[in-house]
């Protein structure tokens, strides 16, 4: 994963959420077309055993028939993570239910736990299992909730979400790159039947999915300097989004909350979930291939 930065070397962050959003209403919409729930995953959610590794691959090599190694592997990283304090609450279960090497290109098939971002074409990235999993966390998902992906890439991120709630919903911008993915999860579907209840589509991320609005968790897996305005009017009352936020290069995964003040105003608040350390993602692009960042506005 990326090391600390010197603090010296940190981009200042804004404090005030107000300097890093364009100027625009903050205001919930008002839609919410449910779709229907193609698997219920939300009664199996608590039922992994995973305090220890035999208790594990027990369950999942009944449950999955996956391969032993694999499983292995992913207990690993998972302990590290929850050593880490990365990975937490339901993160854990739905980190553990999730086959990272389905997700990551055949070359890269032994590493497939290793602790590293991967190219997936395109020029697209899976995300290191780390940042991964502070992110998961940091959104507290719960049952019921519906959560907005930008970015689905490898579709990874949203497979493991996919084992938190029954509504999950990803955007990736790449035509070709969303097309394979829709085609692995449909294939995956079988056997891992919550990835049923993955709505996709291709376009961009940057307006959010309106129709289907508001969500309660946003998670953005593409760096921009700036909170785009759709999204945060896209974000529910209470609603978290987690962003990789600052310039090209280098950013801060930043958790904005929406609240209401005394007054019954909305509030943004922040968090620097790794309170100074730096990770870079890929731009988020517009559809000409243009990054958004430094030209924040709608
Ligand atoms: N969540 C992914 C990470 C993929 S890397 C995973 O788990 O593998 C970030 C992705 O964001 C890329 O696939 C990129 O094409 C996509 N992206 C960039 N700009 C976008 C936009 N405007 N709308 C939707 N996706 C975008």
Redesign the pocket.
Same mark, same amino acid.
């Given at each position: 994963m990326a090391q600390p930065a010197p603090v010296s070397q940190l981009a200042p962050v804004p404090t005030d959420i107000a300097s890093a959003a364009p100027a625009g209403p903050v205001t919930e919409s008002v839609s919410r077309v449910a779709l229907p729930v193609a698997f219920n995953v939300e009664s199996r959610i608590g039922t992994l055993p995973w305090e220890n590794e035999t208790d594990y691959l027990s369950y999942m090599e009944a449950n999955t028939g996956e391969a032993e190694d694999m499983l292995k592997a992913r207990y690993a990283l998972a302990t590290r993570f929850i050593g880490t304090r990365e990975l937490q609450g339901n993160a854990v279960e739905a980190f553990l239910r999730t086959p990272r090497e389905h997700?990551v290109r055949e070359r890269n098939l032994s590493r497939a736990y290793e602790d590293t971002w991967m190219p997936?074409g395109?020029?697209? *990235?899976?995300?290191d299992p780390d940042v991964?999993s502070m992110m998961t966390t940091s959104l507290d998902i719960k049952p019921g909730h519906r959560v907005l992906? +930008?970015? *689905?890439?490898?579709?990874?991120?949203?497979a493991i979400i996919s084992n938190m709630t029954n509504q999950v919903y990803s +955007?990736?911008?790449?035509a070709p790159?969303s097309k394979e993915t829709d085609e692995l999860y449909t294939s995956l579907t079988p056997k891992y039947p919550q990835y049923a209840n993955i709505h996709r589509k291709m376009?961009?991320?940057?307006y959010g999915w309106e129709e289907h609005a508001p969500f309660d968790r946003i998670i953005v *897996?593409?760096a921009i300097d700036h909170l785009p305005p759709p999204l945060l009017r896209q974000l529910a009352p209470e609603g978290i989004m987690v962003v990789p936020l600052g310039p090209p290069g280098r950013q801060h995964i930043m958790e904005v909350s929406k609240t209401k003040d005394a007054d019954g105003n909305d509030v943004l608040k922040r968090r620097d979930v790794y309170n100074g350390l730096q990770v870079k993602? +890929?731009?988020?692009?517009?559809e000409s291939g243009t990054s958004?960042s430094g030209k924040a506005g709608e």
């Open positions: 997700f997936i395109y020029g697209a *990235t899976i995300t991964v992906e +930008i970015g *689905t890439g490898s579709g990874y991120q949203s +955007i990736e911008i790449i790159l376009g961009d991320g940057y *897996t593409c993602f +890929i731009p988020f692009r517009d958004y």
